[in-house]
């Protein structure tokens, strides 16, 4: 299936502020200012793979050997898209960075 360019474009900017405003309010609550970027690939693995989280425990060469296919798979449209998510993470946590230093405490 095909996507076209405004889809693309629509889908990063809903991935990049999806995961800013994830990671901004994680950052407010638990006053982690990097936990939405490190929690991020483990997300991205859920959203890409089809395996059941219990399954990397119980078979874990197979679900590990899936979950690599699934990574060579990715589309080039896919990537740019998780990407996006990722800079949303990571903005969100320079921005607390930023925040904080200019005094406001409760960021």
Known sequence: MQMGIPVVIISMLL????FFGIGFLLNMLLRMTWIMAVIY?????????EVRFIDYFRNSGDSFSA?????????????????????????????????????????
Request: hydrophobic residues 55%; charged residues 15%; proline residues 2%.
């Open 41 to 49: 690939p483990l997300i991205t693995i859920f959203i890409i793979d």
């Open 15 to 18: 991935f990049f502020v999806l």
């Open 67 to 107: 979950l690599g296919t699934k990574f060579t798979s990715l589309t080039a449209v896919d990537v740019l898209i998780l990407s996006c998510g990722l800079a949303g993470a990571i903005v969100a946590g320079l921005t607390m960075k930023v925040l904080r230093k200019k005094g406001y405490q409760m960021f």
